[in-house]
T-cell receptor, first 109, second 111 residues
Framework: AQRVTQPEKLLSVFKGAPVELKCNYSYSGSPELFWYVQYSRQRLQLLLRHISRESIKGFTADLNKGETSFHLKKPFAQEEDSAMYYCALSGTSYGKLTFGQGTILTVHP | EAGVTQFPSHSVIEKGQTVTLRCDPISGHDNLYWYRRVMGKEIKFLLH????????ESGMPNNRFLAERTGGTYSTLKVQPAELEDSGVYFCASSQTNTQYFGPGTRLTVL
């Protein structure tokens, strides 16, 4: 069975502060991990995926297989980063996504 | 390029009624997925089409839910009869690679 856990439902930081959104997963094989973001009144959109190892909007995430984690980090949060963030896992190519519960990030001015 | 579209954006029905949700994927995308988020819970997978075939329907909650994708283009998700616990947001996504693109969702309220 595949499972994704995001332990923080709410996360508040001030502008310019570092931010880390936690994600842990459970899967017996080699999963593909994603971070999706939903800004206010917008649709869910892909932020980044572990395979591409890229940085989007200053965010990075490293897959740690030993700790089964895929935490999302940004060194200096911006107000426009305020949104709902979902960590998701796919066990097979083109397969279903299993989502975490989501973390609402609020960046205060 | 037009994104994934869903219709309607909102639907309010009474328990026992029937509702049909529609999803138009991005043109050329063979993979189409349905998900839903019920109040206070995480987004959960319902089913996956590859063209017109059901690849994985392991997330369909019960036989009150029927999904179709005739011709491998748009898809419909029918709930008949609707129950109170079916209330939530129903998302559709499509993909041609391993990246899924989501629609805006349909908010279903069953009274």
């Amino acid at each position: 069975a595949q499972r994704v856990t995001q332990p923080e439902k709410l996360l508040s930081v001030f502008k310019g502060a570092p931010v880390e959104l936690k994600c842990n997963y459970s899967y017996s094989g080699s999963p593909e991990l994603f971070w999706y973001v939903q800004y206010s009144r917008q649709r869910l959109q892909l932020l980044l995926r572990h395979i591409s190892r890229e940085s989007i909007k200053g965010f990075t995430a490293d897959l740690n297989k030993g700790e089964t984690s895929f935490h999302l980090k940004k060194p200096f949060a911006q107000e426009e980063d305020s949104a709902m963030y979902y960590c998701a896992l796919s066990g097979t190519s083109y397969g279903k996504l299993t989502f975490g519960q989501g973390t609402i990030l609020t960046v205060h001015p | 390029e037009a994104g994934v579209t869903q219709f309607p954006s909102h639907s309010v029905i009474e328990k026992g009624q029937t509702v049909t949700l529609r999803c138009d994927p991005i043109s050329g995308h063979d993979n189409l997925y349905w998900y839903r988020r019920v109040m206070g819970k995480e987004i959960k997978f319902l089913l996956h089409f590859v063209k017109e075939s059901k690849q994985d329907e392991s997330g369909m909650p019960n036989n009150r839910f029927l999904a179709e994708r005739t011709g491998g283009t748009y898809s419909t998700l029918k709930v008949q009869p609707a129950e109170l616990e079916d209330s939530g947001v129903y998302f559709c996504a499509s993909s041609q690679t391993n990246t899924q693109y989501f629609g805006p969702g349909t908010r279903l309220t069953v009274l």
